[in-house]
């Protein structure tokens, strides 16, 4: 079974500070990987897509990594802004016959100014 | 170029009622994927739709049922209404109908009493 899982669920940190935010997942053979941003209520909005040929992608402040053999991303975040408060999410698309992705039940952000 | 946007934003039923919730999709994209998220959740994949024919489908009874137009756009239906289906749906489009970028909707509120 794919599950895909998120550490931790809730995180709050001083405005400045850098943070990371983990996923793990049980089913190593993905097509790429997809870290979201969602503000309360809302739609997601996609943050940074890593391809299962590469290990990393940046994007101004954030930065993801992805070690399939280990079964992990990290997403990076420097220098936390108030702005940054929301819930990221991981998704994982295994190709196949669709564009299914799982996603992880997420990490609650608060960056406290 | 539009974005996908959905509506209604929010909606109340009551139990055993049904609903619809339509979407349309970005712009030169021929596929939709529907997902509900529940309260604290990661979305989960209820079906996805390419080219007016269903081509993929989640975890999900059968009173949950769709369509897509010959336009891309596309409706979610959900019969006989249950209290657990309180939820966020998403519906996100991309360009083809396997390992595609996805673009996500702001999504529809569904409150069932």
């Known amino acids: 079974k794919q599950e895909v899982t998120q550490i931790p669920a809730a995180l709050s940190v001083p405005e400045g500070e850098n943070l990371v935010l983990n996923c793990s997942f049980t089913?190593?053979?993905?097509?790429?990987l997809q870290w979201f941003r969602q503000d309360p209520g809302k739609g997601l909005t996609s943050l940074l897509l890593?391809?299962?040929?590469?290990r990393e992608q940046t994007s101004g402040r954030l930065n993801a990594s992805l070690d399939k053999s280990s079964g992990r991303s990290t997403l990076y975040i420097a220098a936390s802004q108030p702005g940054d408060s929301a819930t990221y999410l991981c998704?994982?698309?295994?190709?196949?016959?669709?564009?299914?992705?799982?996603f992880g039940t997420g990490t609650l952000l608060a960056v406290q100014p | 170029e539009t974005g996908v946007t959905q509506s209604p934003t929010h909606l109340i039923k009551t139990r055993g009622q049904q609903v619809t919730l339509r979407c349309s999709s970005q712009?030169?994209?021929?596929?939709v994927s529907w997902y509900q998220q529940a309260l604290g959740q990661g979305p989960q994949f209820i079906f996805q739709?390419?080219?007016?024919?269903?081509?993929g489908r989640g975890n999900f009874p059968p009173r949950f049922s769709g369509l897509q137009f010959p336009n891309y756009s596309s409706e979610l239906n959900v019969n006989a209404l249950e209290l657990d289906d309180s939820a966020l749906y998403l519906c996100?489009?991309?360009?083809?109908?396997?390992?595609?970028?996805?673009?996500f909707g702001p999504g529809t509120r569904l409150l069932v009493l």
């Open positions: 996100a489009s991309s360009q083809g109908r396997t390992q595609e970028t996805q673009y």
């Open positions: 089913d190593s053979a993905i097509y790429n």
């Open positions: 890593i391809q299962s040929s590469q």
């Open positions: 998704a994982l698309n295994y190709g196949g016959a669709t564009n299914k992705l799982i």
């Open positions: 712009s030169g994209h021929n596929t």
């Open positions: 739709y390419y080219r007016e024919e269903e081509n």
